[in-house]
């Protein structure tokens, strides 16, 4: 499945995702605050995914991921995680620097490259 997002609109996706990991449920209000922006975009985001079916929402009521967007989030936060230790792990960047820098980098990498890097970072840990 391949579904072409801003680099906005996967950062979204992966906040629901992590909100609805911590919290169980996830309003526009918690993916504001997380993100730090104000609920008018974040809701003119969400029509954005739910036009996509990535998410589903109305007016007042909770966020929630869709099997296709619940997909997508798990490919996105893996990619994240997958970075990120590459820079802090391999690099030794220090953790902060390497999360600050894994959200530029994730949304321009390759995909050919996140799997060298995983690749990597599995011969690297059994060292």
Known sequence: ??????????????????????KGSVRVKDIAVRMGISMPSVSAAMKNLISRDLVCHQRYDLVKLTAQGLVLAEKLESRFIIIRDFLSEVLSVEQNTADKDTCQIEHLISKETVGRMQEFLASHRKN
């Open 1 to 22: 499945m391949e579904t072409t997002l801003t680099p906005s609109m996967e950062d979204y996706l992966r906040t629901v995702h992590a909100l609805e990991i911590e």
